[in-house]
């Protein structure tokens, strides 16, 4: 596979990604850890559906314990602090927090043994940092109250979490992709425990709810993880970075097609700036011969 089309695999999960906020929205009230339990439950039975017909698949499991630290850590970890952040912290301060990630995997690239970070890289990665400031800028109250502090500072980690098992995943290039249905499968049972731990269990009132949750653990938390995985791994992950900022644009772009939000003169502008930032950081991607 080349690493142009390992990269245009893991722009998929960006696009997947950016369901993640209609989604939820559709799933209706269900808690956020049970929530997490049953889509990463549907995300892992996706994944060992691929596996019928391929007995070797079963070897994937086998993993030295720094490649499950790092795979579960990651899917649950970030999870885990995105969930406690929208439970303490106003969403758009959350998200605005949380969406530090893609700029930070665009510089830890930098750290990987043969890549080079380009200007062109960084101006790319900045000027999506500025369309999603924008885009949640009108969202942001002034002031914050003494409770929604630990929300903002588990936002904040979640963004370093997530960023640090992307470029980790690129180090543990060996690890073949089939693991990943392990770790989703591991990250629903720390779900499960944590659900039932704090959460009462509520469940779905409507087929449309159902749907909703079925069609997340197949794209959002789950075909998404995979194609991230192979993009980060063998494709470009300086691109995957910067052109991760679309996520939370193509987000509210569905939000408003449903009739969740609407549309402004803030959306237009920030699209300018993130598609034009994507562009830049993929320039190499695109021009090469």
Request: glycine share 12%; proline share 5%; net charge positive.
């Amino acid at each position: 596979m080349s690493p142009r089309t390992a990269t245009l695999i893991g722009l998929t999960a960006i696009l997947m990604w950016s369901l993640l906020s209609v989604l939820t929205v559709a799933t209706g009230k269900i808690p956020a850890f049970q929530l997490a339990a049953m889509t990463f439950a549907i995300g892992a039975l996706t994944g060992f559906l691929t596996w019928i017909g391929r007995p070797g698949a079963f070897a994937a499991l086998r993993q030295q314990p720094t490649a499950w630290i790092v795979g579960v850590g990651g899917l649950f970890g970030y999870h885990a602090l995105f969930f406690l952040a929208l439970r303490f912290a106003p969403p758009a301060e959350a998200g605005l927090l949380n969406y530090l990630w893609p700029l930070l995997i665009v510089l830890f690239s930098s750290l990987l043994p043969g890549e080079r970070l380009k200007p062109h890289h960084i101006v790319g990665a900045l000027l999506g940092l500025a369309g999603t400031v924008l885009l949640l800028a009108g969202n942001i109250g002034g002031g914050f109250a003494a409770g929604q502090v630990p929300g903002l500072i588990a936002a904040f980690i979640a963004a370093f979490v997530w960023a640090t098992y992307s470029v980790m995943s690129r180090r543990l290039k060996s690890v073949p992709t089939d693991a990943v249905a392990g770790f989703c499968l591991a990250t629903a049972l720390l779900a499960a425990l944590v659900h039932c731990a704090v959460e009462d269990t509520v469940w779905p009132d409507t087929p449309t709810q159902g749907l909703a949750i079925i069609a997340l653990g197949i794209g959002p938390v789950g075909a998404a993880f995979y194609a991230w995985d192979i993009g980060v791994k063998r494709g470009d992950i300086r691109v995957l970075g910067a052109a991760s900022y679309a996520t939370p644009l193509l987000s509210t772009a569905f939000l408003i097609l449903a009739g969740f939000a609407k549309a402004s003169a803030n959306i237009a502008i920030a699209a300018v700036l993130i598609a034009g930032g994507g562009l830049i950081a993929a320039k190499d991607m695109i021009w090469k011969r």
